[in-house]
T-cell receptor, first 111, second 115 residues
Framework: DAKTTQPNSMESNEEEPVHLPCNHS???????IHWYRQLPSQGPEYVIH???SNVNNRMASLAIAEDRKSSTLILHRATLRDAAVYYC????????????FGTGTRLKVLA | GAVVSQHPSWVICKSGTSVKIECRSL??????MFWYRQFPKQSLMLMAT?????????EQGVEKDKFLINHASLTLSTLTVTSAHPEDSSFYIC???????????FGDGTRLSIL
């Protein structure tokens, strides 16, 4: 199964942009890259997903490397409510598209 | 849209009791639902994949007789923890998706404590 690697933790100042990296060097050609975030005692919240092209939505932007072996989730202006654990997940094309969660990145936002 | 409701949000019960957790997709039909468990300070671990009208597919190491999954309709899946023991105490989370390739949408989890 293709795995993802993320830094354990990151810090950001409020109102500043945040770039959360993810390495997925064993990604296969049709694996989608999904990002979720999880607040304490809640289920994960969908943030964004993409395949090859960069993607934007109201929550964030997703920048995907040309070789697709890495990606970056971009929060344009961090707020205190963005403090969470962010998970980068590859959705496998080998049948069920099930998610295998890695350890994620714990984002701390400083006021 | 894409709201998933999980009930109950927390439950405390005695060892040996069976506990049922419901997962409902409120505004869409879910062809597939998933069940995860999460221990404190750890990531989510997939337990099983459930397709409507068919038997669930369990991940390696998950006891199917211990964790009974039923997916009787396109909007409801249930997880029953049978004869629960303290080591089954955990945060159980379900998710649902409309179709293969679509993102999963998660419930808010059920905190299960077995005394």
């Amino acid at each position: 199964d293709a795995k993802t690697t993320q830094p354990n933790s990151m810090e950001s100042n409020e109102e500043e942009p945040v770039h959360l990296p993810c390495n997925h060097s064993t990604i296969s050609g049709t694996d989608y890259i999904h990002w979720y975030r999880q607040l304490p005692s809640q289920g994960p919240e969908y943030v964004i997903h993409g395949l090859t092209s960069n993607v934007n939505n109201r929550m964030a932007s997703l920048a995907i490397a040309e070789d697709r072996k890495s990606s970056t989730l971009i929060l344009h202006r961090a707020t205190l409510r963005d403090a969470a654990v962010y998970y980068c997940i590859l959705a496998f094309t080998s049948g069920t598209y099930k998610y295998i969660f890695g350890t994620g990145t714990r984002l701390k936002v400083l006021a | 849209g894409a709201v998933v409701s999980q009930h109950p949000s927390w439950v405390i019960c005695k060892s040996g009791t069976s506990v049922k957790i419901e997962c409902r997709s409120l505004d869409f039909q879910a062809t597939t639902m998933f069940w995860y468990r999460q221990f404190p300070k750890q990531s989510l671990m997939l337990m099983a994949t459930s397709n409507e009208g068919s038997k669930a597919t369990y991940e390696q190491g998950v006891e199917k007789d211990k964790f009974l999954i039923n997916h009787a309709s396109l909007t409801l899946s249930t997880l029953t923890v049978t004869s629960a023991h303290p080591e089954d105490s955990s945060f159980y989370i379900c998710s649902a998706r409309r179709a293969t390739g679509q993102p999963q949408h998660f419930g808010d989890g059920t905190r299960l404590s077995i005394l």
